[in-house]
C-alpha cells in the first residue's frame, strides 16, 4: 500500500511539474509579444483506386502563416511535432489563414486563401497536399486540391498532364466546414511531373476537372512513350486521392503510342528480378555509304524478303537494306555478320566450322543498334 501511494505521489508530481513547465513555456511566449497556435492536418477523405499515402507532418516541413496584413514562415523542427499535431509560436495577432507547403501560398485576399498550384512538380506528396486553414489559436489544415497518384519508372522523364480546362494556377479558397475554390488572376491547362527515379508519383490539380477533359504523356527522353485519356465524364473531388496507375502497364489503361528502341512493350520475365522485350520486327541493316546501319523493322511482318540486295549487296549502294544474314563460317571470304555481296560461297569449310566473328553485343538506342565484336 505504500508502494501504491509513493507511485501516486510521484505521478501527481510529474504533473504537476509539466504543467508548471508548459505554463512557463507560455508565460515566456506572452511575454514575448508571442501567442500559441496548435496546427492540426486533415486526412484526405477518399482515395479512388487503391492506396495512397496520407499527410504527416515532417522536419523541415515548412508553414505559411498571416493574418492578412503580415505574414510568417514557419519551419517545422522535431520538437515542434507530436503526431499529427503541432504546437508553433507566432506574433501575428486577429484571425489567422495558413497554407502548407508554404511555396504554394499566394497571399489572403478578401478573407480568403490564395494557393498556387504548380505547373511544374516533383511528385513528391509533400509538394502535391496542398492543405489550408483558418482560425485563431487553432489551425485545423484540409487539403484544397485533388491528388493523382500515377506510378512511374527510372526511365520515365516526364509525365505531362494537360486538359482542356485550367488544372492549375492561382485559386482562392473560402475556408469553412467544406472549401470552395475560385479561379484567381493566373491559370493553365497543364502539369509537368519530372522525376529521376521511379515508384509512386503524386500531382496536384484543380477540384472539379471533369476526367474526360484530360490527357496523361508518358516522355521518354523527350519523346512521347505512353498516352492515356478518360472518357469518364466525372469531376475531381477535392481533397480525394485518385490511382491513376502504372505507366508501364498496359492494363492501366496506358497506349504506347512512341518509340520503345524498337521492342515490343510487354515484358517478359526470364529470372526473378530480370526481364525481357522482344523485338516489334526483324534485325535489319541499311549501307550508309561507307558501313551499316542497324535498327529493327517497325512491323512484324515488314521484312525485306528474298529480292535482289537482301542475299546479295551486289553494288553496295546508299540505302541498300537487308534483313537476311546467312551462316558465316571461319573460312568465308566475305564480311561478319552474314552481309554477303555474293549467293555462293557463304563458307570454304563444313557446316560444323567455326562462325567467322563473334557479333557481340548489340545496343540499341532510338532504333539504331551497333554490334561490337568481341
Same mark, same amino acid.
Given at each position: 500500500?505504500? #508502494?501504491?501511494?509513493?507511485?501516486? %505521489?510521484?505521478?501527481?508530481?510529474?504533473?504537476?511539474?509539466?504543467?508548471?513547465?508548459? #505554463?512557463?513555456? +507560455?508565460?515566456?511566449?506572452?511575454?514575448?509579444?508571442?501567442? &500559441?497556435?496548435?496546427?492540426?492536418?486533415?486526412?484526405?477523405?477518399?482515395?479512388?483506386?487503391?492506396?495512397?499515402?496520407?499527410?504527416?507532418?515532417?522536419?523541415?516541413?515548412?508553414?505559411?502563416?498571416?493574418?492578412?496584413? +503580415?505574414?510568417?514562415?514557419?519551419?517545422?523542427?522535431?520538437?515542434?511535432?507530436?503526431?499529427?499535431?503541432?504546437?508553433?509560436?507566432?506574433?501575428?495577432?486577429?484571425?489567422?489563414?495558413?497554407?502548407?507547403?508554404?511555396?504554394?501560398? /499566394?497571399?489572403?485576399?478578401?478573407?480568403?486563401?490564395?494557393?498556387?498550384?504548380?505547373?511544374?512538380?516533383?511528385?513528391?506528396?509533400?509538394?502535391?497536399?496542398?492543405?489550408?486553414?483558418?482560425?485563431?489559436?487553432? %489551425?485545423?489544415?484540409?487539403?484544397?486540391?485533388?491528388? %493523382?497518384?500515377?506510378?512511374?519508372?527510372?526511365?520515365?522523364?516526364?509525365? /505531362?498532364?494537360?486538359?482542356?480546362?485550367?488544372?492549375?494556377?492561382?485559386?482562392?479558397?473560402?475556408?469553412?466546414?467544406?472549401?470552395?475554390?475560385?479561379?484567381? !488572376?493566373?491559370?493553365? #491547362?497543364?502539369?509537368?511531373?519530372?522525376?529521376?527515379?521511379?515508384?509512386?508519383?503524386?500531382?496536384?490539380?484543380?477540384?472539379?476537372?471533369?476526367?474526360?477533359?484530360?490527357?496523361?504523356?508518358?516522355?521518354?527522353?523527350?519523346?512521347?512513350?505512353?498516352?492515356?485519356?478518360?472518357?469518364?465524364?466525372?469531376?475531381?473531388?477535392?481533397?480525394?486521392?485518385?490511382?491513376?496507375?502504372?505507366? !508501364?502497364?498496359?492494363?492501366?489503361?496506358?497506349?504506347?503510342?512512341?518509340?520503345?528502341?524498337?521492342?515490343?512493350?510487354?515484358?517478359?520475365?526470364?529470372?526473378?528480378?530480370?526481364?525481357?522485350?522482344?523485338?516489334?520486327?526483324?534485325?535489319?541493316?541499311?549501307?550508309?555509304?561507307?558501313?551499316?546501319?542497324?535498327?529493327? !523493322?517497325?512491323?512484324?511482318?515488314?521484312?525485306?524478303?528474298?529480292?535482289?540486295?537482301?542475299?546479295?549487296?551486289?553494288?553496295?549502294?546508299?540505302?541498300?537494306?537487308?534483313?537476311?544474314?546467312?551462316?558465316?563460317?571461319?573460312?568465308?571470304?566475305?564480311?561478319?555478320?552474314?552481309?554477303?555481296?555474293?549467293?555462293?560461297?557463304?563458307?570454304?569449310?563444313?557446316?560444323?566450322?567455326?562462325?567467322?566473328?563473334?557479333?557481340?553485343?548489340?545496343?540499341?538506342?532510338?532504333?539504331?543498334?551497333?554490334? &561490337?565484336?568481341?
Amino acid at each position: 500500500m505504500k #508502494k501504491t501511494i509513493n507511485n501516486i %505521489l510521484f505521478a501527481a508530481l510529474v504533473v504537476l511539474a509539466a504543467a508548471s513547465c508548459q #505554463k512557463e513555456l +507560455s508565460s515566456e511566449a506572452q511575454s514575448e509579444g508571442l501567442r &500559441t497556435i496548435t496546427c492540426y492536418m486533415e486526412t484526405p477523405s477518399d482515395t479512388k483506386g487503391g492506396g495512397a499515402t496520407l499527410p504527416e507532418w515532417h522536419t523541415g516541413d515548412q508553414i505559411w502563416i498571416s493574418n492578412g496584413t +503580415s505574414s510568417e514562415t514557419k519551419t517545422l523542427e522535431a520538437g515542434d511535432i507530436d503526431g499529427n499535431k503541432v504546437t508553433l509560436s507566432t506574433s501575428l495577432s486577429g484571425t489567422l489563414y495558413a497554407v502548407c507547403p508554404a511555396s504554394a501560398q /499566394n497571399g489572403v485576399t478578401g478573407g480568403k486563401i490564395g494557393i498556387k498550384i504548380p505547373t511544374s512538380t516533383d511528385g513528391a506528396f509533400a509538394n502535391a497536399h496542398i492543405a489550408v486553414a483558418q482560425g485563431d489559436g487553432t %489551425l485545423s489544415f484540409k487539403n484544397a486540391v485533388t491528388i %493523382l497518384n500515377i506510378a512511374t519508372s527510372d526511365e520515365i522523364a516526364a509525365v /505531362n498532364i494537360s486538359s482542356t480546362a485550367n488544372i492549375a494556377g492561382e485559386f482562392n479558397v473560402a475556408y469553412g466546414p467544406s472549401l470552395t475554390l475560385e479561379a484567381g !488572376a493566373s491559370q493553365a #491547362k497543364s502539369v509537368t511531373l519530372t522525376s529521376s527515379t521511379g515508384g509512386a508519383r503524386y500531382v496536384a490539380i484543380a477540384p472539379g476537372t471533369a476526367f474526360n477533359t484530360v490527357t496523361f504523356t508518358a516522355i521518354k527522353t523527350a519523346t512521347n512513350w505512353a498516352v492515356k485519356t478518360s472518357t469518364s465524364t466525372n469531376s475531381a473531388v477535392i481533397n480525394t486521392i485518385y490511382t491513376i496507375g502504372n505507366v !508501364a502497364n498496359s492494363s492501366d489503361g496506358w497506349t504506347y503510342t512512341g518509340d520503345n528502341n524498337g521492342s515490343l512493350w510487354g515484358q517478359f520475365s526470364v529470372s526473378g528480378d530480370k526481364k525481357v522485350r522482344f523485338s516489334k520486327g526483324n534485325l535489319q541493316a541499311t549501307y550508309n555509304g561507307s558501313s551499316y546501319d542497324w535498327d529493327f !523493322a517497325e512491323h512484324q511482318y515488314d521484312f525485306v524478303g528474298n529480292n535482289p540486295g537482301n542475299t546479295t549487296i551486289g553494288s553496295q549502294t546508299d540505302g541498300a537494306k537487308v534483313d537476311l544474314f546467312t551462316w558465316v563460317g571461319e573460312g568465308c571470304l566475305y564480311a561478319a555478320y552474314g552481309i554477303n555481296t555474293a549467293n555462293t560461297g557463304y563458307s570454304t569449310t563444313s557446316r560444323t566450322s567455326a562462325l567467322k566473328s563473334d557479333w557481340g553485343v548489340a545496343y540499341c538506342t532510338s532504333k539504331s543498334i551497333t554490334p &561490337t565484336t568481341t
